[in-house]
């Protein structure tokens, strides 16, 4: 009778080092953007499908709705970019599941699985193609 050899669990050192990396980044990166409006500042990146098609991508507008969220203008953040800010909600919710699921000890698979991916991208683009629509002019920056 064969038995199968133990588990053995990998540790890996380098987690720590790239969630502190991670995390200076984040909050380096919110630093700037607290301290300089992307109205006003034009070191930002700018759009190039916007500039080059003059239409909005599903991105255009994050930059200053998270400007508005670090200001606390929640309404002001849903105007520049709903998805951007609905997306920022999910990203929170689906933490706080998978934190719940892992401090459980339950198996998590992966944080997103492939439908939900897909179900973002499906949102992504519905929100892209109204938000250029003139009657839903609300959605765009």
Known sequence: MNAAPPKISRSNPNVWFAGIILAATVFGGAAVLFFFNPATHHFFPVCQFHRLTG???PGCGGTRAAYALLHGEFSTAL????LFV??????ALRGLWFAAAKSRRRSVVEFFPARCLWALLIIAVVFTVLRNVPAFA???P
């Open 55 to 57: 239409l909005n991508c």
């Open 79 to 82: 105007r520049d970019n709903a």
């Open 86 to 91: 609905g997306g920022l909600i999910f990203l």
């Open 138 to 140: 609300f959605l765009s």
